[in-house]
């Protein structure tokens, strides 16, 4: 199993920027599908990007398109997530996730079960 730390989380006013990171350890990620999920207390964990590993393919979740970039850096074994124009409702703790050889085609990853290795998590608040 890969382990996960997330950082880069904190407080940010609205239309700022933050740039969250996920290092890998134990294994290399060049094998793994790499995602980024995000829940807010009482509410369900949802997905916000991920990056297949076999074929770079990246989702988003439409209430992040255009303003967060998934980039991975698999020499360096971590992956990113660039959050720009957040807004108050980007306010949750941030969690990555590992899928260990596994792709998705036609659609982002429905069924987090499927990931099999989680971070800790980092909060991100966004004020208004």
């Known amino acids: 199993q890969v382990q996960l730390v997330e950082s880069g989380g904190g407080l940010v006013q609205a239309g700022g920027s933050l740039r969250l990171a996920c290092a890998a350890s134990?294994?290399?990620?060049?094998?793994?599908?790499m995602a980024w999920f995000r829940q807010v207390p009482g509410k369900e964990r949802e997905f916000v990007a991920a990056?297949?590993?076999?074929?770079?393919?990246?989702y988003y979740a439409d209430f992040v398109k255009g303003r967060f970039t998934f980039s991975r850096d698999n020499a360096k074994n971590t992956v990113y997530l660039q959050m720009n124009s957040l807004k108050p409702e980007d306010t949750a703790v941030y969690y990555c996730?590992?899928?260990?050889?596994?792709?998705?085609?036609?659609?982002?990853?429905?069924?987090?079960?499927?990931?099999?290795?989680w971070g800790q998590g980092t909060q991100v608040t966004v004020s208004s």
């Open positions: 134990g294994r290399t990620i060049s094998t793994y599908t």
């Open positions: 996730a590992a899928a260990f050889r596994k792709s998705w085609y036609g659609g982002p990853p429905s069924n987090q079960a499927d990931f099999g290795s």
């Open positions: 990056c297949n590993w076999l074929d770079d393919r990246i």
